[in-house]
């Protein structure tokens, strides 16, 4: 079985990546990832989740983790000029 690795270096490994952990040790919270066993990763979260299936039987608890930041895909700037036409 592989080491567990810390959130910083998963993040330096795989920079903007989706990232398949097992074993996770999360903070008090159980909010943040500390650390895991990197089992899969990918740009596209999809192929995380269904290449990455197979890879998770021997782990008691797995979980993904996006290592970038999200931008909105969204503007919210319609509603705002609706409602100063009138």
């Known amino acids: 079985m592989e080491n567990l690795v810390n959130i910083t270096e998963i993040k330096n490994l795989y920079p903007n ?4 952990l097992g074993n996770p040790n999360m903070d008090e919270s159980k909010l943040d990832v500390l650390s895991g066993i990197p089992l899969f990763h990918s740009k596209d979260k999809r192929e995380v ?3 990455g299936r197979e890879k998770t039987a021997s782990f008691d608890k797995i979980t993904l983790i996006y290592t970038g930041t999200f931008r909105p895909t969204r503007k919210i700037t319609g509603i705002f000029n609706r409602i100063s036409r009138k």
């Open 17 to 20: 990546e989706w990232v398949l």
């Open 49 to 51: 989740c269904y290449i």
